[in-house]
């Protein structure tokens, strides 16, 4: 098993996240990041999704948060991204950030 990944993520802040400002409901996030779970599946772009609706910074770059080794990430985000196969979405995950669609890239 590697010690270094590449992945991309979209973020839905929500308003029970700690330090943002979204005033979104956690429930409306979830629904939200799982409607964009569902137009993947349905063939849209990764990148072009997170340009649209990230939260994070990252997302002008088509969510791409570059490679990173254990311990860089917070530990559900880490343990989701690691899990996951090149070219390979997971489901919704939730840290204290919000919700996140990870793709591993690499």
């Given at each position: 098993?590697t010690?270094?990944?590449?992945?991309?993520?979209?973020?839905?802040?929500?308003?029970?996240?700690?330090?943002?400002?979204?005033?979104?409901?956690?429930?409306?996030?979830?629904?939200e990041?799982?409607?964009?779970k569902r137009?993947?599946?349905?063939?849209?772009d990764?990148?072009?999704?997170?340009?649209?609706?990230?939260?994070?910074?990252?997302g002008?770059?088509?969510?791409?948060?570059?490679?990173?080794?254990?311990?860089a990430?917070?530990?559900?985000f880490e343990?989701a991204?690691?899990a996951?196969?090149?070219?390979?979405?997971?489901?919704?995950i939730e840290?204290?950030?919000?919700?996140?669609?990870?793709?591993?890239?690499?």
């Amino acid at each position: 098993m590697t010690d270094k990944i590449r992945a991309s993520h979209i973020l839905l802040m929500h308003a029970d996240t700690g330090g943002g400002d979204s005033e979104r409901s956690r429930a409306d996030a979830l629904a939200e990041i799982n409607e964009i779970k569902r137009r993947l599946g349905a063939g849209e772009d990764f990148a072009d999704l997170a340009a649209e609706n990230s939260d994070c910074p990252s997302g002008r770059d088509g969510g791409d948060l570059g490679s990173f080794r254990k311990g860089a990430m917070v530990p559900a985000f880490e343990q989701a991204a690691f899990a996951l196969k090149v070219d390979e979405v997971s489901d919704a995950i939730e840290t204290e950030f919000g919700y996140h669609l990870i793709a591993r890239t690499e």
